[in-house]
């Protein structure tokens, strides 16, 4: 496993994460538990925010609080100075819940209910990222019934859409997210929306993807978005404030994977930006970005516990651990690839190769296919890199399985951040029928 950020092999050989011997936390706080390692958060919003003061450019960088939403990461984006990407009430509860600056926070999502839109004009948020012109005329009705002007980008999909590896230049007109440019609809809902009297419109918004490693697609975008800043421009007379760029900026997550320094692709899109700007004769707008993955990925570990194992000759051994697919679901929808080691034996040399499964029923429940480690033992502590995006976020109860404690270790202090669930929170919500209670009262 790729040793990052403050992890290293302590003296006794253990894992250790922002000070904190993780054989130790797993005797605190048990197991599954999803580790943030505190000073490689706070390091990556710097980067993004100090590669963008050294562009000169007026910026916001807007953490997607999707890759991971709990209120203590609210507090952390609030301090490093960022603003907040939300995309339903709950991120915005929990937005508000930490006391993060209602002005700092966009709203996202091509389905925003009236419930949500109200909720957040009454917040008095930032800006709305506007997807379709539904949402548009229901959100000026809304604005206007409560007599409180707005702040829209709308999002359009600019026509560039990033395989991660590569870029094509068609297709994503065929999306449920944003306004397309080709085929006019942005350029319609751009003239709808100067003509509603509590919209002001800022600008627009474009994201292509995610987990990208190149800064093509970005500069792609830039250059389409231009072509139609300029447009509006000259048949609208309307002139763009802010242009938003969206997230998708890759992390390292096994070997070979080669994310830029972050440095790299704010540099690149401000040098894009002020080169395509300027040969429009067209005022620098104010640049937006969303990164999410990149600012939490590679700052989370989760430690599990090793149970059973198996050996099948001549095929695998099966490891398996106390979590699985309910705190990591991504090996199952994406195939996506970990990197493990032991924690509480981290000097050792790696001997054998296995497949870590999950406990969950289910075939698909695999953490990682085919990883080396020394000879594993039942009790062993298990430990997977890069776990701080979309893996707390994504989690579920299948099966009943309470969802992990999330912890935040810096400078040799953990806090718990995110409580492990209780077998309460499992079956709180159930409500059994008159009809359906038991004769006989079932001890708690
Ligand atoms: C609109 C928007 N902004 C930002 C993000 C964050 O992306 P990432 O976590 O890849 O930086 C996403 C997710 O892909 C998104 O859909
Ligand atoms: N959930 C995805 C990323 C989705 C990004 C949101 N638009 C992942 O885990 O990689």
């Not at 919003?45 to 609080?65: D, I, P």
Request: glycine share 10%; charged share 20%.
């Amino acid at each position: 496993m790729y040793l990052h950020g403050t992890s290293m092999i302590n003296d006794q050989g253990h894992l250790q994460i922002g000070g904190c011997d993780t054989t130790e936390l797993v005797q605190r706080y048990g197991t599954p538990l999803y580790v943030m390692d505190e000073q490689l958060i706070r390091q990556r919003c710097r980067e993004y925010v100090g590669a963008f003061r050294e562009s000169g450019l007026k910026f916001q960088v807007a953490y997607a609080s999707k890759a991971f939403c709990v209120m203590a990461m609210c507090r952390i984006v609030e301090e490093e100075g960022m603003s907040l990407d939300v995309v339903s009430d709950g991120e915005l509860y929990t937005a508000l819940q930490a006391g993060f600056p209602p002005s700092r926070i966009h709203f996202h999502g091509n389905n925003k209910t009236p419930y949500e839109i109200g909720m957040a004009i009454d917040a008095g948020i930032g800006c709305f990222v506007v997807d379709n012109l539904v949402e548009l005329h229901m959100l000026s009705a809304i604005a206007s019934e409560k007599r409180q002007k707005v702040r829209i980008l709308f999002r359009i999909t600019p026509g560039v859409e990033a395989h991660t590896h590569e870029y094509i230049s068609t297709g994503q007109t065929d999306s449920k997210f944003g306004l397309d440019l080709d085929n006019g609809s942005a350029y319609l809902a751009i003239q709808a929306a100067v003509k509603l009297p509590f919209i002001e419109l800022l600008g627009v918004h474009s994201h292509i993807g995610s987990q990208i490693f190149e800064v093509e697609g970005f500069q792609m975008a830039v250059d389409k978005v231009i072509g139609f800043a300029a447009k509006v421009r000259d048949e609208l007379n309307f002139v763009f404030s802010v242009i938003n760029l969206g997230g998708g900026f890759g992390i390292r997550y096994i070997e070979g994977d080669t994310p830029l320094p972050v440095g790299n692709y704010v540099k690149a899109i401000a040098e894009s930006i002020t080169a395509n700007f300027s040969r429009y004769d067209y005022p620098t707008p104010e640049i937006w970005i969303e990164p999410g993955r990149s600012i939490v990925g590679d700052s989370g570990t989760t430690l599990y516990t090793v149970g059973t194992y198996k050996n099948i000759p001549n095929v695998r051994k099966y490891v398996a651990v106390d979590g699985g697919m309910t705190d990591n679901p991504r090996p199952a929808l994406y195939q996506s690839r970990y990197e493990a080691m032991l924690a509480n034996r981290g000097s050792e040399t790696n001997e054998e190769l296995v497949s870590i499964a999950g406990k969950c029923c289910e075939s698909g429940d695999m953490l990682i296919w085919d990883v080396m480690l020394p000879e594993v033992h039942t009790g062993d502590v298990l430990a997977v890199s890069c776990t701080g995006a979309y893996n707390y976020a994504m989690a579920s109860n299948y099966n009943r399985i309470r969802r992990p404690a999330v912890i935040f270790v810096k400078d040799g202090e953990a806090d718990v951040v995110v409580e492990r669930e209780s077998f309460k929170d499992i079956t709180g919500n159930d409500r059994i029928p008159v009809r359906l209670k038991p004769t006989t009262q079932v001890s708690p």
